[in-house]
């Protein structure tokens, strides 16, 4: 089901609170944002090396995609199940109330790898061997931004919308905006873009705290959730052939695996 052919049933909301709390050491992002660099992507590395890996040149397997990793999940089975729209539940407050659990849930696993995830490890948001993020300044350039600062003023931004009451609202009688779902949409981007940093430059700190098996399942829940209501494109997961995103090799296995639907 498009979530953008069907953006137009919205209900009121009823009194649901949203507990609110600082996603990371919250900043006022002084440079562009995420809206306007969404559908970019800069790589990164010599055109000789991404000469070499369109070649064929063998790469080291990512631990993400090695067993027993790739299998470690706490949901077994496909994600479809528990993706579905619920019966009398309207599919605006369904993906809104999914959009606050996801962002409260990566808001989380990166607090656990924040103190790794540093100016000096991470000078860039990378994704891949040749794929750093990059931002859009108040000049409209694009820039590269350590990891640390791309992630803060990402999760600064959504929990600003999420404190929005006229974004997300929480009170009855208050609707959706009618930009809801372009909204959504780019905070799925962004946020995707995290769990890509976090597979490929901490996936072995989460893997030291054994905690695999639940961010591999809240990545596959996240992936079935936006595949189900077309909340990405496929190229946010994949990437491009001379900018390859990490994390497209784990959404091809596990879709091998059954765990995500072909699509």
Same mark, same amino acid.
Request: aromatic share 12%.
């Given at each position: ?118 100016? /000096? ?57 009618t930009n809801f779902a372009q909204t959504v949409r780019h905070v799925y981007r ?9 597979? /490929? ?6 893997? /030291? ?11 596959? /829940? ?5 595949? +189900? ?32 639907? +072909?699509?």
């Amino acid at each position: 089901m498009s979530f953008f052919n069907s953006i137009g049933r919205t209900m009121n909301k009823g009194n649901r609170t949203m507990p609110r709390r600082s996603p990371t050491t919250p900043t006022s992002p002084a440079v562009g944002g995420p809206y306007d660099n969404a559908p970019g992507m800069a790589p990164s590395g010599s055109a000789g090396s991404m000469q070499q890996q369109q070649h064929g040149e063998q790469r080291e397997k990512p631990l993400y995609l090695c067993s027993p990793f790739v299998e470690a999940a706490l949901v077994k089975g496909n994600f479809k199940t528990i993706v579905v729209q619920p019966k009398y539940v309207d599919l605006t407050e369904w993906v809104a109330v999914n959009i606050f659990d996801f962002y409260q849930n990566i808001n989380l696993f990166y607090g656990v790898v924040a103190e790794f995830c540093t100016l /000096h490890s991470c000078p860039t948001m990378s994704a891949g061997a040749n794929l750093d993020y990059t931002w859009i300044d108040s000049s409209r350039r694009q820039v590269k931004l350590p990891a640390p600062t791309y992630i803060d003023y990402v999760m600064t931004w959504v929990q600003n919308l999420l404190d929005d009451d006229n974004v997300f609202p929480t009170k009855a009688g208050r609707d959706f905006p009618t930009n809801f779902a372009q909204t959504v949409r780019h905070v799925y981007r962004q946020l995707l873009r995290i769990f890509a940093h976090i597979y /490929h430059a901490h996936y072995h700190q989460i893997l /030291h705290l054994r905690s695999e098996p639940h961010f591999n399942s809240l990545f596959a /829940h996240y992936l079935s959730f936006g595949a +189900q209501y077309e909340l990405f494109d496929i190229k946010d997961v994949k990437g491009t052939p001379t900018a390859l995103v990490g994390i497209g090799d784990l959404w091809e296995k596990w879709k091998e695996m059954g765990i995500l639907e +072909q699509q």
